[in-house]
C-alpha cells in the first residue's frame, strides 16, 4: 500500500487532542437540595481536582476512528503491486553536486536509485533517464536490477544548470509512450503532491550558499594597455557574510580582498593594473555547500584590435570606422547576416536593422525598425539638444554636450529594462541593456559618418562606444551548455576540455556542443591555441534555500489499461460517512438517557 499525499498523514499527530474535551471538568450546574450535607465531602474532592476522571464512553471511539478514516482518505491510499518496467529519472544539474554532510546530493540520489532497483522483482527491467543537458535516456538498452546499480555508480552531475522542463506533462508523456508500470524522479527540489504513476523522490534540505557570478576582465582601450578586472560576489542566504576573494592569473595568485556580503545581496570588487596572463581565475574562501560556484574563469583579450560586422543598407557610411586605429571592419547586407559566420567578432552593429533574435555577441543598434525586442522608437527630432547624461560613465567621458547635437534623432521607448545614458527633452538617446551576459547599446541617432575632428563631440562619443565594447571583449566567455563557435575547423583541429580530453572536431562542423563542464577549454587549430573561458551561469543552481517546488496531478500520468495501482480511499471515505451517520443515531438516545438519569436522581433527593 502507498500514499499518493502522504503529507496528510501528519494529522494523526493531532488525534490525541480529542482526549481534551474528555479530560476537562464539565461547567457545573445548579441544583435546589433541601439539604447539602450529604455533598460536603464529595464536593470538596471533585473541586480540588482540575481534571476528573476519564471514563470514556463509546462515541469518543467511533469520533476517533472517525477523524482516523477521514485522514487515511486525505493521504490517498493505493494498493500497488510490483512495477515490471520502471524508468528511473535522475536528476544531474549542477545543485545536485551540492553536499548534505559529508555526501553529495547526487549520491544520495544514487542510494535512492540502488534502494528501488533492489527492490524491483526478478524480470523487471529499468530504463535511465537524465535531467542535464535535457531529458534523454541513458544507454541504448534497458537494464537489469544489477545492470542498473553498476550503471548508477558511474555516472556523476555536470556542470549545468537544470533544462526548463514541465515535469507534469513529461512524466506522464513518458510514461504514456514507453508503457512504463512507474516512472521515479530523484531530484533536489521537494515535490508537491505525486502522479499515478509518477514518484518524485527529493533528496537535500534547503541550505545557505556563496557564489562568483561574475567575473570580467577588462582590457582597456584600444589606445591603451591597461587590464583591470571586477568580480561580483552573491549572498544566498539570511545572514551577512565575509569572504576571502583571490584573484589568479594563469595560476599564479595576483591579489585578494575581503569581502563584505549582506544577506541575500551581492558585493563587487575591482583589482587594477594587472599584468596580462593567458587566463584569470577567482575564488572565494568559503566553506558552503557548492563548491562549483566558488569559483570562475575569463579569458583577456590578447589582441589590440576589436573585430566588428556591421549590418547594414546603407554600408557607405560605416566605412569610416575603419579609420579609428585597432578596429577591424567587415560589412554585410541584412539579408545576408544569418549566412554569416559571427564566431570571432566582439561587436556587431546593426545600421538600420535588426536581427529576429538578439545576437550572442555585444551588438549596437542604430535606429533600428520598429519591429525588434529592445525598443519602440518615438516621433522624429530635427536637431535635439541633450537635457541630460549619466555622468562618470565610459560612454559619456570627454564628450561636450553643449555642442553634442544629431542632425535626426527618434527617443527611446524601453521595451526591456535598460540604463539610459544620454537623454533629450523627448525622451533617451541611448539607452545601454544587458541581456543574456552580453553588453548592447541602442542609439536614437545615426553617429556616422565617423568625421574625426570635423565634428569632435560625436566623434569623442563614437571613440567611447568602441573602447566600451572592446573593454568588455575578452572576458565574456561562454556558459556552461552554450556551444563554442569555431572558425572553419580543418583535419587535426582538436578542443582539448578542462578534465584533459582531447576532442577531434570535424571539418564543416562549427559548433562544438559538448560544454559541460566548468574551466578553461583550449581550442587548437592550425599549432594556434585559443582560450575559452566557460562558468555556471544558472543562479537557480547557486540558490539552494527554497528551490521551486515540481507539482504532480494525480491521473495524468496514468498509463491506459494499467493494472498497477488500485486506489481504495474512496473506500476510507465511504466507511468514514457511515460512522458520522451512526454517530448521528447513537447520540440522541445516548442524551435522553442521561436526562432520564438526572431525573431520577433529581426525584430520590426529594
Known amino acids: 500500500m502507498e500514499f499518493l499525499n502522504p503529507s496528510a498523514l501528519y494529522g494523526l499527530f493531532a488525534l490525541p487532542l480529542l482526549l481534551i474535551p474528555y479530560l476537562l471538568r464539565r461547567k457545573p450546574k445548579r441544583y435546589v437540595f433541601s439539604s447539602l450535607y450529604m455533598f460536603t465531602a464529595l464536593g470538596a474532592n471533585r473541586t480540588a481536582r482540575p481534571f476528573r476522571r476519564l471514563r470514556l464512553p463509546i462515541i469518543f471511539f467511533l469520533q476517533l476512528l ?33 553536499l548534505e554532510g559529508d555526501k553529495s546530493r547526487f549520491f544520495l540520489a544514487q542510494e535512492k536509485a ?11 527491467v529499468l530504463d535511465l533517464y537524465l535531467t542535464a543537458p535535457r531529458l534523454e535516456r541513458f544507454g541504448r538498452e534497458s537494464f537489469s536490477a544489477s545492470e542498473a546499480l553498476r550503471a548508477l555508480r558511474g555516472l556523476n552531475p555536470l556542470d549545468l544548470g537544470e533544462a526548463p522542463l514541465d515535469y507534469n506533462n513529461a512524466l506522464g508523456q513518458l ?28 533528496v537535500g534540505q534547503p541550505q545557505d550558499n556563496l557564489a562568483i557570478t561574475s567575473l570580467r576582465i577588462h582590457p582597456g582601450s584600444l589606445a591603451e594597455a591597461r587590464i583591470s578586472a571586477s568580480v561580483e560576489v552573491a549572498n544566498f542566504s539570511a545572514k551577512d557574510a565575509r569572504v576571502k576573494l583571490t584573484l589568479r592569473g594563469g595560476g599564479t595568485p595576483l591579489a585578494s580582498r575581503e569581502l563584505a556580503v549582506s544577506a541575500g545581496g551581492q558585493a563587487t570588487a575591482s583589482f587594477e593594473g594587472l599584468t596580462a596572463h593567458p587566463y584569470f581565475e577567482a575564488e572565494i574562501d568559503a566553506r558552503d555547500a557548492l563548491a562549483l560556484d566558488n569559483r570562475r574563469f575569463a579569458v583577456a583579450s590578447t589582441t589590440r584590435r576589436l573585430r566588428i560586422l556591421a549590418i547594414s543598407p546603407r554600408p557607405q557610411e560605416l566605412t569610416s570606422l575603419r579609420a579609428i586605429s585597432g ?30 533574435v538578439l545576437p550572442r555577441n555585444p551588438a549596437l543598434f542604430i535606429l533600428p525598425p520598429q519591429q525588434n525586442d529592445l525598443v519602440e522608437l518615438r516621433a522624429a527630432v530635427t536637431n535635439p539638444s541633450v537635457s541630460g547624461w549619466r555622468d562618470g560613465h565610459p560612454l559619456t567621458r570627454y564628450v561636450n554636450f553643449s555642442l553634442f547635437r544629431p542632425r535626426y534623432a527618434r527617443a527611446l521607448n524601453p521595451r526591456m529594462p535598460g540604463e539610459s545614458i544620454v537623454r533629450s527633452a523627448e525622451g533617451p538617446l541611448a539607452l545601454a541593456i544587458t541581456q543574456q551576459g552580453n553588453n548592447h547599446l541602442v542609439l536614437g541617432f545615426d553617429p556616422f559618418p565617423y568625421l574625426g575632428q570635423e565634428n569632435l563631440p560625436m566623434s569623442i562619443f563614437t571613440v567611447n562606444i568602441v573602447d566600451w565594447f572592446f ?44 560544454t559541460l563542464y566548468q574551466g578553461i577549454y583550449q581550442l587548437v587549430s592550425q599549432n594556434e591555441k585559443n582560450l575559452i573561458a566557460v562558468n555556471l551561469r544558472d543562479l537557480n543552481e547557486s540558490d539552494l534555500r527554497q528551490p521551486a517546488p515540481i507539482g504532480l496531478a494525480g491521473d ?47 426525584h430520590a433527593v426529594t
Open 471 to 514: 573593454a568588455f571583449s575578452g572576458g565574456r566567455g561562454r556558459a556552461t551548455g552554450e556551444p563554442i563557435e569555431v572558425s572553419a575547423p580543418q583535419a587535426g583541429d582538436r578542443i582539448i576540455t578542462p578534465k584533459g580530453e582531447k576532442v577531434s572536431l570535424q571539418p564543416g562542423v562549427n559548433l562544438y556542443p559538448a
Open 114 to 124: 540502488a534502494g528501488i532497483s533492489a527492490d524491483l522483482g526478478f524480470g523487471a
Open 175 to 202: 510514461a504514456r509512450q514507453q508503457q512504463y508500470d512507474r516512472v521515479y524522479l530523484i531530484t533536489d527540489r521537494p515535490a508537491r503532491g505525486q502522479g499515478a504513476a509518477a514518484r518524485i523522490i527529493t
Open 327 to 356: 578596429v577591424a571592419l567587415d560589412i554585410v547586407a541584412p539579408e545576408n547576416y544569418e549566412k554569416t559566420d559571427r564566431s570571432g567578432y566582439g561587436l556587431e552593429i546593426f545600421h538600420f536593422a535588426a536581427p529576429a
Open 66 to 98: 472517525l477523524l482516523a478514516l477521514m485522514i487515511f482518505a486525505l493521504g490517498e491510499p493505493v494498493f500497488t503491486s510490483r512495477p515490471t518496467k520502471v524508468a528511473m529519472v535522475i536528476d544531474n544539474s549542477a545543485s545536485m553536486q551540492a
Open 556 to 602: 495524468s500520468d496514468a498509463r491506459a489499461g494499467t493494472s498497477v495501482l488500485l486506489p481504495f480511499w474512496p473506500y476510507f471515505l465511504l466507511a468514514a460517512l457511515f460512522l458520522l451517520l451512526l454517530e448521528w443515531l447513537i447520540r440522541p438516545p445516548m442524551a435522553g438517557a442521561g436526562r432520564r438519569v438526572a431525573l431520577r436522581r433529581k
